[in-house]
């Protein structure tokens, strides 16, 4: 079945850092690949997705692009504030839609 | 455009006891998807509801059920509750639940067995 592997951390990083969160996935078929991020006892917010390959999403400063050779789907931010403090989750889904498959979550400090 | 919202944010239930759980997905979004979060085994599918219809399930046992009304909100059911059960259940709204699409999500309920 669908599976994505990403690193769990915690990653501990100082402010205006550069941060890359690797995620690479395996899946049938060519899915939609997403990165969502969950602030504390929140639920989780759609940070930007990328549905075909060498598409780039991007946002609040964000980048993660589309890679089918490699099937990965990193996220990078060029200098993370300690706002961006919270759990980032890969996930996917398939042209068979049963529904996101999620990465175990990535736990993000961002130190002053 | 309200979010997704969920009710009631937290329970307290004893094992054996069932309970229900409630979305109401973004307007004009008639598919509902519901997911189960544990520190174990992270976020996993429960099942997605379109237009009344189970459309697809995750690998639940039968105590997991839900429904969808005709306007798009949708009930999840778990039923002889376990300790396991404990969980944040988020749901999540999209347009058609087109693959292509983005699942908007619910801040959740989260789900005490005692």
């Known amino acids: 079945g669908d599976s994505v592997t990403q690193m769990e951390g915690p990653v501990t990083l100082s402010e205006e850092a550069f941060l890359t969160i690797n995620c690479t996935y395996t899946?049938?078929?060519?899915?939609?690949l997403f990165w969502y991020v969950q602030y504390p006892g929140e639920g989780l917010q759609l940070l930007l997705k990328a549905t075909k390959a060498d598409d780039k999403g991007s946002n609040k400063g964000f980048e993660a692009t589309y890679r089918k050779e490699t099937t990965s789907f990193h996220l990078e931010k060029g200098s993370v504030q300690v706002s961006d403090s919270a759990v980032y989750f890969c996930a996917l889904i398939g042209g068979g839609a049963d529904g996101l498959t999620f990465g175990k979550g990535t736990h993000l400090i961002i130190q002053p | 455009k309200a979010g997704v919202t969920q009710t009631p944010r937290y329970l307290i239930k004893t094992r054996g006891q069932q309970v229900t759980l409630s979305c109401s997905p973004i307007s004009g979004h008639r598919s509902v998807s519901w997911y189960q979060q544990t520190p174990g085994q992270g976020l996993q599918f429960l099942f997605e509801?379109?237009?009344?219809?189970?459309?697809n399930k995750g690998n639940f046992p039968g105590r997991f059920s839900g429904r969808q009304f005709s306007n798009s909100r949708s009930e999840m059911n778990v039923s002889t509750l376990e300790l396991g059960d404990s969980a944040l259940y988020l749901c999540a709204s999209s347009s058609t639940g087109g693959y292509q699409e983005t699942q908007y999500f619910g801040p959740g309920t989260r789900l005490l067995v005692l």
């Open positions: 899946a049938t078929g060519y899915p939609s």
């Open positions: 509801y379109f237009s009344e219809t189970q459309r």
